[in-house]
């Protein structure tokens, strides 16, 4: 008789009633919140004395015009005087004498300005170069009598764009977020669960007691039930890391929605993402547990692991490419290698450059795989329950389908 749901009860209810889980699980969301904030304000008072100390300002200094653009009332009203002896003055400065000493070049705007001042600190220097940029601005600016082009010459016009696809009004940035937030939770799933994955099989092979559970339960359920449950303990902790993110959004998203495009929801890309999604977590979760039972500890698995996960996570490197790139070869690589399918699949049905095709047959990829790899999962344990102290080989798996298989 199947024993599934009391395996999948037992190790999920033996997970989350532990205090150390539920610490871990909402230290995380804490620690973020706090050091946003933190850095938050840290930033806005860094940010205001960054600008407060790189204003241009009222300072006296001595300048020379070979452009003949600089106007001597604008300059005298931030405190500048013509200079009538150039190199006194830059001996000036040089000797604490003078704040600063501008050269104004024939061509302002092909030539650096020349500017020679007392140091007031890294942060501080930047009011100098504020200032001979305000004197020219502001000194070009009472030359031309038309207002309309001072202000176009301050502030560069906005710009509205709107795309049409198929005769409709295509969407915006924010139309990407919907099927995003799926390959956001297979990076979060992944790294929640690989430790999680393969420590619940090594055990069972740790504490040397499987060949009595094996009396009452079948390898497959006890692999199954291990699975099932590490998944819904995986949910719990997304839920607990998406919740303040999802109120954050809400809060923030009126700031930007305006500039990025309404979002908007393309009920087949949520079915695709939905779909690569959860093939990819099973994909995942038959990788880790196939290291688990290829190996005698957890100490042995370590390796093992870190090279799962990369094989999982390596097309986040190459997906600004793959994104920006879909008919590439490199593209249809990362697309249809089966550790590389789920998160390139779900980027690229994100930004909308996967066909319906091309998404029925990623999906199909993912789950034919996923299917593959539980079942060697589970054919790995079955063979290498009682085997204490070494790893399984390729030649050991060659000679178990060579000879009389194992009860079930």
Not at 174 to 198: E, H
Not at 285 to 298: D, E, N, R
């Amino acid at each position: 008789m199947s024993r599934l749901g009391t395996v999948v009860r037992f190790e999920f209810v033996r997970a989350v009633k532990k205090p150390a889980f539920w610490i871990g699980t909402l230290a995380l969301p804490v620690v973020i919140v706090l050091v946003t904030l933190l850095v938050g304000l840290g930033q806005s008072a860094g940010a205001d004395s960054v600008v407060s100390n790189s204003s241009a300002t009222k300072t006296p200094f001595r300048y020379v015009d070979h452009s003949g653009l600089v106007s001597e009332q604008v300059a005298a009203k931030w405190g500048g005087t013509r200079s009538t002896d150039a190199a006194a003055d830059s001996a000036a400065v040089r000797a604490g004498r003078l704040d600063a000493f501008i050269e104004f070049p024939e061509s302002p705007a092909t030539a650096p300005i020349r500017v020679e001042a007392a140091d007031r600190g890294l942060f501080g220097n930047g009011r100098y170069s504020s200032l001979a940029e305000r004197v020219v601005e502001q000194s070009v600016a009472a030359a031309v009598d038309d207002p309309q082009a001072v202000q176009l010459l301050r502030d560069p016009p906005d710009t509205t764009v709107t795309t049409y696809a198929d005769g409709a009004v295509a969407p915006g940035w924010l139309s990407v977020l919907p099927p995003a937030l799926f390959a956001a939770a297979f990076f979060g799933l992944v790294i929640l669960l690989a430790a999680r994955m393969v420590t619940v099989v090594v055990e069972e092979k740790e504490n040397r007691i499987s060949e009595m559970i094996l009396t009452t339960v079948t390898a497959g359920d006890l692999i199954r039930g291990k699975v099932i449950a590490m998944l819904l303990v995986g949910l719990v902790q997304i839920g607990v890391f998406l919740l303040p993110g999802l109120v954050t959004f809400a809060v923030a998203l009126p700031l930007f929605a305006s500039r990025l495009g309404g979002i908007v929801v393309d009920p087949w890309r949520m079915l695709v993402g939905a779909l690569l999604l959860v093939g990819g977590v099973l994909l995942a979760s038959g990788l880790f547990v196939s290291v688990g039972a290829a190996v005698p500890s957890i100490k042995d698995a370590s390796s093992l692991q870190s090279a799962a996960i990369f094989a999982l996570i390596i097309p986040v490197y190459a997906v600004f490419f793959v994104a920006t790139n879909p008919t590439s070869p490199v593209a249809a690589f990362f697309t249809y290698f089966p550790t590389f399918t789920p998160v390139t699949a779900m980027v690229r049905n994100a930004v909308g450059s996967l066909s319906v095709t091309e998404s029925i047959v990623c999906i199909v990829i993912v789950y034919v795989v996923a299917a593959a790899l539980l079942w060697f999962a589970q054919y790995l344990f079955r063979h290498s329950v009682a085997q204490y102290g070494s790893k399984v080989t390729l030649k050991q798996i060659a000679s178990w389908r060579r000879g009389r298989p194992t009860a079930r």
